[in-house]
């Protein structure tokens, strides 16, 4: 299962990339936003967020006008790895290294094509499990 969320300037794209998952019969819970009317993207983040920690998604999709702020908030819960990625070798490589498990993305800086290619990647791309990596994600999901 998948969470995709949004705010307002992310809307369009995300309706791109859930065509897209619709396609390909990925199941996805939409946590919003569900218009162009302007909305606070920590509460679509957080959305996002809760389906993943409670266990009801594996994965998420998170959309803004760059990404950044998406990521930054859901990248505050321990337990996400929240990664920007704005091309599909970042994509790739955060899920075989970091084992990302929300892909962020900015629908003013990525084009539809593109978004669904990284997403493809994305959800495509297994964690390596080497040791190093687990190792090292382990270290990310630590408390100070």
């Known amino acids: 299962m998948l969470a ?36 606070d993207y920590p509460v679509y983040a957080k959305a996002v967020v809760k389906e993943i920690l409670s266990g009801n998604a594996d994965r998420g999709i998170l959309i803004c006008g760059t990404g950044i702020g998406m990521s930054m908030t859901a990248n505050r819960y321990k337990g996400i790895r929240a990664a920007l990625c704005g091309d599909c070798f970042s994509a790739e490589a955060t899920r075989l290294h970091n084992d990302a498990n929300i892909l962020c993305m900015g629908a003013r800086v990525t084009g539809p094509g593109l978004a669904v290619k990284i997403t493809e990647t994305f959800l495509n791309t297994p964690f390596s499990g080497a040791e190093r990596h687990a190792r090292r994600v382990h270290l990310i999901d630590e408390e100070l």
């Open 4 to 39: 995709i969320g949004c705010d307002q300037a992310g809307f369009v794209l995300k309706e791109e990339i859930k065509k897209y998952l619709e396609e390909k019969g990925v199941e996805y819970k939409d946590c919003g936003t569900w218009s162009e009317d302007a909305v």
